[in-house]
């Protein structure tokens, strides 16, 4: 029986943030959520980080329970009433929405703060784009990183695991051991490298193990992953190599 290893993901900062990705990358008004397809996207987001075996916190859970329970309010409204006796009702996105805009502010504010940290230790980086306004090259997220390691998974050669295997032993990988790695292949290459050329490794548990060692290479701003446009390719290049790409 095969055995799975599911890791838990540090770097995702929560459903929030996901709702807010989904919004900027669809290009939705935050006061008019058409909330049937930024729930299917979401329950997408959900199912892949599954099938890539990252676990699921508890709250992206909830938030699927809510937004679903939003979904039923909007296509199946209160028929019990006769029309006359119905009162206009309220919206059910309304919560919703001003709960992503109460986080806004918040994220807004730690954005702020963070760049006053950054300048007053003399580190200076470019500020993330949205999508209103983003210039052809912006920093990739981590949900555009989880996007790109779902569509190496759909393809058949990507992990060349043996067929006749029944079980999978796993081999301890340490994420240090990971991180030196990928700093030693980005200083050999002296520039970008190919987010796939670097998730080209043996099995999927090694896979993962990558992916979570990119994600703490960049939180500890070793690294930073771009995107030169939408839905493209990704580019992992050395911090300090950043602004002379």
């Given at each position: 029986?095969?055995?799975?290893?599911?890791?838990?993901?540090?770097?995702?900062?929560?459903?929030?943030?996901?709702?807010?990705?989904?919004?900027?990358?669809?290009?939705?008004?935050?006061?008019?959520?058409?909330?049937?397809?930024?729930?299917?996207?979401?329950?997408?987001?959900?199912?892949?980080?599954?099938?890539?075996?990252?676990?699921?916190?508890?709250?992206?859970?909830?938030?699927?329970?809510?937004?679903?329970?939003?979904?039923?309010?909007?296509?199946?409204?209160?028929?019990?009433?006769?029309?006359?006796?119905?009162?206009?009702?309220?919206?059910?996105?309304?919560?919703?929405?001003?709960?992503?805009?109460?986080?806004?502010?918040?994220?807004?504010?730690?954005?702020?703060?963070?760049?006053?940290e950054t300048k007053d230790n003399?580190?200076?980086?470019?500020?993330?784009?949205?999508?209103?306004?983003?210039?052809?090259?912006?920093?990739?997220?981590?949900?555009?990183?989880?996007?790109?390691?779902?569509?190496?998974?759909?393809?058949?050669?990507?992990?060349?695991?043996?067929?006749?295997?029944?079980?999978?032993?796993?081999?301890?990988?340490?994420?240090?051991?990971?991180?030196?790695?990928?700093?030693?292949?980005?200083?050999t290459k002296k520039g970008a490298?190919?987010?796939?050329?670097?998730?080209?490794?043996?099995?999927?548990?090694?896979?993962?193990?990558?992916?979570?060692?990119?994600?703490?290479?960049?939180?500890?701003?070793?690294?930073?992953?771009?995107?030169?446009?939408?839905?493209?390719?990704?580019?992992?290049?050395?911090?300090?190599?950043?602004?002379?790409?």
């Amino acid at each position: 029986m095969e055995n799975k290893y599911h890791i838990k993901v540090d770097g995702f900062e929560g459903p929030m943030d996901l709702l807010l990705h989904l919004i900027q990358r669809l290009e939705i008004d935050i006061h008019d959520i058409p909330v049937s397809e930024i729930t299917d996207q979401y329950m997408n987001y959900i199912h892949r980080m599954k099938e890539l075996e990252l676990d699921v916190a508890s709250e992206y859970l909830v938030m699927a329970a809510t937004l679903l329970a939003i979904k039923s309010k909007v296509l199946l409204p209160n028929q019990s009433l006769e029309p006359e006796e119905m009162e206009p009702e309220e919206d059910p996105r309304e919560e919703l929405v001003e709960r992503l805009k109460e986080y806004q502010k918040y994220k807004a504010a730690a954005m702020t703060l963070k760049e006053k940290e950054t300048k007053d230790n003399e580190v200076y980086t470019r500020h993330p784009m949205g999508v209103e306004g983003a210039s052809p090259e912006q920093e990739a997220t981590v949900y555009d990183m989880v996007d790109a390691l779902y569509r190496m998974f759909q393809k058949p050669s990507t992990l060349r695991e043996k067929e006749e295997e029944t079980s999978i032993k796993r081999e301890e990988m340490p994420i240090q051991v990971t991180m030196d790695r990928i700093m030693e292949e980005l200083e050999t290459k002296k520039g970008a490298v190919p987010f796939e050329q670097l998730m080209s490794v043996r099995s999927r548990t090694e896979t993962v193990t990558t992916f979570l060692a990119l994600l703490e290479l960049i939180k500890n701003m070793r690294i930073t992953c771009v995107q030169h446009k939408h839905f493209e390719s990704l580019f992992v290049y050395k911090w300090e190599d950043k602004d002379g790409r």
